[in-house]
């Protein structure tokens, strides 16, 4: 028995457009198009694989999991529920919002840089879990010249106060005097500043320019955000990337 295809109004609910209702009204309103031609029958059956579909006038891709990248600025919390700086959720349209993405991992409220969200819970797992070591490349700006005794500690693992296990950054490197580059496979909570500190010096902005293979595009700027094509452009490693800082 062939499987039913969903209708335009349900494609839409589940992108995140808003109650089924709402979703129907939408459609029956003459709001949504498809294939740059409005369609306002609610209940029309559509091929959700690889479907386009305009939302009063801006277009939209069909994901069955939403998987996107922001240009985190300052000043914005990796939280739904921020205490004292605005969401970086603010900074998404309300149907990825309403679909409930959620961070991979935070950046502190003044970390910049490459920030994945997702409704994936699975995924979310998979790159945040220790054991999948998936790399994370940093670029930090220093209170005091980096010198290569830091860079040997944080090479061979320095000890933070939570944990008596010495954490080693997977490659480290100095950028001009005072900047620094580090791959880190681990998520430990202030790990970039905490490690630096450890090693005798003090950051004083860090930005976060790769996650896996994905590499902040230079054109997105802070604020903004892009589709990703699936979590297989983030498994492999990341070539890191030359410093635009």
Same mark, same amino acid.
């Given at each position: 028995?062939?499987?039913r295809r969903?209708?335009l109004a349900?494609v839409?609910?589940?992108q ?7 979703c129907?009204?939408?459609?029956? =309103? ?9 369609? $306002? $029958?609610?209940?029309?059956? !559509?091929d959700?694989e690889g479907? /386009?579909f305009? !939302?009063?006038g801006?277009?939209?891709? #069909?994901?069955?999991? %939403?998987?996107?990248?922001l240009?985190?600025?300052?000043? #914005? ?6 205490k004292?700086?605005?969401?970086v959720?603010?900074l998404? &349209?309300?149907?990825l919002r309403t679909?409930g ?6 950046l502190?409220?003044d ?5 994945l ?8 797992h998979?790159?945040t879990?220790p ?7 940093? /670029? ?6 980096v010198?290569e005794?830091?860079?040997? %500690?944080?090479?061979?693992? !320095?000890v933070?106060?939570? $944990? &008596? ?5 997977? =490659?480290c490197?100095a ?5 620094l ?10 790990q970039?500043?905490?490690m630096?500190? %450890?090693?005798?010096?003090?950051v004083e =902005? ?11 595009p ?9 589709w990703? $094509?699936?979590?297989?452009a983030i498994?492999?490693a990341?070539?890191p990337? =030359?410093?635009?800082?």
């Amino acid at each position: 028995m062939t499987k039913r295809r969903p209708t335009l109004a349900q494609v839409l609910f589940s992108q995140g457009f808003g109650t089924r209702r709402e979703c129907e009204s939408l459609v029956a =309103a003459g709001f949504v198009s498809l294939g740059g031609e409005v369609c $306002d $029958d609610p209940w029309h059956e !559509v091929d959700p694989e690889g479907l /386009e579909f305009g !939302v009063q006038g801006q277009r939209w891709p #069909y994901r069955e999991k %939403a998987l996107v990248m922001l240009h985190k600025p300052a000043g #914005y919390e990796c939280s739904q529920k921020p205490k004292h700086h605005p969401s970086v959720l603010s900074l998404l &349209p309300a149907p990825l919002r309403t679909r409930g993405v959620q961070p991979v991992g935070r950046l502190d409220e003044d970390t910049t840089g490459l920030l994945l969200l997702t409704d994936d819970g699975a995924l979310i797992h998979r790159l945040t879990s220790p054991k999948h070591h998936v790399p994370k490349v940093y /670029e930090a700006r220093c209170k005091h010249a980096v010198d290569e005794a830091q860079l040997a %500690a944080l090479r061979a693992g !320095v000890v933070l106060d939570d $944990d &008596p296990a010495p954490v080693r950054a997977a =490659a480290c490197e100095a950028e001009g005097t005072h900047g620094l580059r580090l791959t880190l496979t681990e998520g430990k909570y202030h790990q970039v500043k905490r490690m630096v500190a %450890a090693a005798g010096n003090r950051v004083e =902005a860090l930005h976060r320019s790769a996650f896996g293979a994905l590499v902040l595009p230079a054109d997105l700027a802070p604020g903004q955000w892009r589709w990703v $094509d699936g979590p297989q452009a983030i498994t492999a490693a990341p070539t890191p990337p =030359a410093s635009s800082r």
